[in-house]
């Protein structure tokens, strides 16, 4: 399995941006799909972004959907979720995911063998 690790998160108000980073190492190439799931207090955790799978195929929850964009770099081995527009409903414990997922489980959490340990993301109003 690969490790992960996340950063970026942090405290902002409604209608600013972030960019989150995800670390790759271990056991990974660009074979693998990355995601990002987020978890708000009291909720399950939910998919939020995925890509590129199979290479080029990015997947986005409806709820971020033209606001957050997925993008990977191969040689650095990270990944990054940029985020604008944010909203009080984004915030969550945003969680980095690796793994090789048929389509059927793109966005799904069994879709991904390695996860990280998560980043905070709080948007006030």
């Known amino acids: 399995q690969a490790q992960l690790e996340e950063s970026g998160g942090g405290l902002v108000q409604a209608g600013d941006s972030l960019t989150l980073s995800c670390v790759a190492s271990?056991?990974?190439?660009?074979?693998?799909?990355m995601a990002w799931f987020r978890q708000a207090p009291g909720k399950e955790r939910e998919f939020v972004a995925a890509?590129?799978?199979?290479?080029?195929?990015?997947f986005y929850a409806d709820s971020v959907k033209g606001r957050f964009t997925i993008t990977r770099d191969n040689a650095k081995n990270t990944g990054y979720l940029q985020m604008n527009g944010l909203k009080p409903d984004d915030t969550a414990v945003y969680y980095c995911?690796?793994?090789?997922?048929?389509?059927?489980?793109?966005?799904?959490?069994?879709?991904?063998?390695?996860w990280g340990q998560g980043t905070q993301v709080t948007v006030s109003y």
């Open positions: 995911a690796l793994g090789r997922p048929i389509l059927s489980s793109v966005t799904t959490i069994r879709g991904y063998s390695s």
């Open positions: 890509g590129p799978w199979r290479g080029s195929r990015t």
């Open positions: 271990g056991r990974t190439n660009s074979d693998y799909t």
